[in-house]
């Protein structure tokens, strides 16, 4: 633009500054608003002091370390205490847990007493019954009471036997025969004359009671019984 005699080339000047291709109105425009807005560097300047009025929170309204030590003080309460509330003042363990755990399923899962045996070689007349009583003592804690019944017949023999239970709330007051065998709490040994039968039976623990009767269906030749029973928890 400058030759070597000092010479101004004005021409090569104005060639340059077309190639900026941005006007003074352009650059105004791209720094605030173009039309119909039409804002001002002094209306940014505005917003932006809104902006900073309403972030500036007074220090007044803000926690101090003071504020925030007072509240925590109140919650009373440190990681100690709030790790023995939840295991207990005993200093118990993970281990500790684990065994109660392993405790707790051992008490629930379904266990059985040892088989008493009730009756044994007991001769029932034709016509006769024999029988049981499990009482609340025994029953509690149990859902269910497991009777085996094991009857031999005599060759003379033309019915089986008849095992029946019914319920009773205190021991005295027993569901009438009728009604228990109405309701179908009995069952029946298969029968064939001078052979052996072997029955198993579940009955549910309905009442702290239970009564089992072994009933000679036979009016007139005798049976000889044998009866286990066991409870379940």
Do not use: H
Not at 35 to 56: F, G, M
Not at 69 to 85: C, E, F, P, V
Request: aromatic share 6%.
């Amino acid at each position: 633009m400058v030759d070597i005699l000092g010479t101004i080339d004005y021409d090569k000047i104005k060639e340059k500054f077309s190639e900026l291709d941005l006007t003074l109105t352009e650059l105004r425009d791209a720094i605030t608003a173009a039309a119909p807005n039409n804002k001002t560097l002094a209306d940014l300047y505005e917003r932006l002091n809104s902006i900073r009025t309403q972030l500036d929170t007074a220090l007044s309204t803000r926690a101090s370390e003071t504020t925030l030590a007072s509240i925590l003080g109140q919650l009373d309460i440190t990681l100690s205490a709030l790790r023995d509330a939840i295991r207990g003042t005993e200093d118990k363990t993970l281990t500790d847990l684990s065994i109660a755990l392993t405790e707790l399923k051992d008490a629930l899962k379904p266990t059985r007493i040892i088989p008493v045996q009730e009756l044994s070689s007991q001769s029932i007349i034709g016509g006769g019954t024999a029988e049981f009583t499990v009482d609340n003592t025994e029953t509690d804690g149990f859902s269910a009471l497991v009777v085996t019944v094991k009857a031999t017949y005599d060759a003379s023999a033309t019915a089986g036997v008849r095992v029946r239970w019914l319920y009773s709330p205190d021991g005295s007051n027993f569901d009438s025969v009728e009604d228990a065998e109405a309701t179908g709490n009995y069952e029946d040994l298969s029968f064939s004359a001078g052979a052996t039968r072997i029955k198993t039976i579940l009955i549910p623990i309905f009442m702290p009671y239970v009564k089992v009767q072994v009933v000679n269906l036979d009016i007139s030749a005798s049976a000889t019984v044998d009866a286990w029973r066991t409870l379940m928890r």
